[in-house]
Structure formats: C-alpha cells, structure tokens
C-alpha cells in the first residue's frame, strides 16, 4: 500500500508555457502533499506543503506565482510551473502523507526540461 | 541549526561487504528519523525509520544506529549487493512532518 503516482513522468516544453504536474495517492487519503525540487546529483529541495483544502506553504524563496499548488482533493494535488523557462528545468518530486507522524511516500518524479 | 550533515558523499563496496553511511543533526527537536533509496530517474523509497526512544532497529539487511547524546545516527546494510547500488538519503523531523534532507550518499556495489 501507499502508493504515489506522478504525471506526466516526463516533460518538454517551450520557454514561456506553463506545465501542469499532476501527484495522486492511489491507495489512501492523503492529508498532506509535499513538493519537492531536485538538481543532478543533488538532494531534494522541499518547494511547499499543501494540505487538502487549504492554502500551499511554501518555502523561503520559492515564488508562489510561478509556481502555483492546488490540493483540491485528498487524493489528488498538481504544480503548475507558469511561464516556464530554461532555469525551471529540474526533477520535480511530490509525495503524500495519511496523517500527522506517518511517513511520507514518495512519487517517481517529473523531468522536466525547458527549451 | 535546521541541517543534516551527511557522510560520505559516495561510497564503494565490494559484494557482501558493510555499507556505513552516518548522519549527523543538530536541532534536539527532531524527533523522526527516516532513510531513503532513489534509484536513477526515480523517486525516494522509503527504507528504514527510526524515533529516539530506541538506539537500533533493523530490518532485514538494513540497521539504524541512532545515538542521542552524540546527535547522531547512521544505515548499516549487511550483506550490500550490486542491486543495492543507488543513492541514499538519510532525514529529520520534528513533529510538523517537515523532512530535512541529508546530501546523499551515493552507494556503489561491485561483484
């Protein structure tokens, strides 16, 4: 169980589109959604935490505006990268928690690579 | 004081051998300890977990040592096997279920 599934698992766009990211939990109900960011050979960069109905939190120095988290449901939470340009080229990673002090599960990523 | 130092950056083991990654934190709030797998191209699994009212746990082939008083905790995978060449991350929480992540250790098992 706990499963996290990502959509599209890869991405290649014009610079200046947006790019919607889908992240859903198969198998349970997510409470809290996570957004991360990851460079080559890097470590994850959390992004924000969106809680269902409510609000994303995000992180010092991630622009909300480009960068747009909605949680409509408990199961189902999307990032929208607007205005897409070559430097938001990166591996974007959700992942989904049932509740407070459970673990959280990780989606397989989104490469997304702008022109 | 938010950080997770991580080491070593990368590491290499011969089949059957001991991997040892180690980990270090310094905020005495976090209260939640988990190790991660990523595969290239892929998402972090989630391997082993530890809370600080216990020094060990283990689970098949993968051990946490979590030492308290040191800030310190760290993965023992027994027996390593070419299959368990990936990266590992180890992490930290403090009861928002915010995880900070170490840097990554990148494991590679030789036959």
């Known amino acids: 169980g706990a499963v996290v599934s990502q959509h599209p698992s890869r991405v290649i766009c014009k610079s200046g589109t947006s790019v919607k990211i889908e992240c859903r939990s198969l198998d349970f109900q997510a409470t809290t959604m996570f957004w991360y960011r990851q460079f080559p050979k890097q470590s994850l960069m959390l992004m924000a935490t969106?809680?269902?109905?409510?609000?994303?939190?995000?992180e010092q120095g991630v622009e909300k505006d480009k960068f747009l988290i909605n949680h409509a449901s408990l199961t189902l939470s999307t990032l929208t990268v607007t205005s897409a340009h070559p430097e938001d080229s990166s591996f974007y990673i959700c992942s989904a928690k049932r509740g407070s002090g459970q673990p959280q599960h990780f989606g397989d990523g989104t490469r997304l690579s702008i022109l | 004081q938010q950080q997770v130092k991580q080491s070593p950056q990368s590491l290499i083991v011969q089949k059957g051998g001991i991997s040892i990654i180690n980990c270090a934190y310094e905020?005495?709030?976090?209260?939640?300890f988990p190790w991660y797998q990523q595969f290239p191209g892929k998402g972090p699994a989630l391997l082993i977990a530890?809370?600080?009212?216990?020094s060990e746990k283990k689970e098949g082939r993968f051990t946490i040592s979590f030492n308290k008083s040191a800030k310190q905790f760290s993965l023992h995978i027994m027996d390593s096997q070419p299959g368990d060449s990936a990266t590992y991350f180890c992490?930290?929480?403090?009861?928002?279920?915010?995880?900070?992540f170490g840097t990554g250790t990148r494991l590679q098992v030789f036959p």
């Open positions: 905020n005495t709030a976090f209260d939640y």
């Open positions: 969106s809680n269902e109905g409510s609000k994303a939190t995000y």
């Open positions: 992490a930290a929480s403090a009861g928002t279920d915010k995880l900070i």
């Open positions: 530890i809370r600080p009212d216990v």
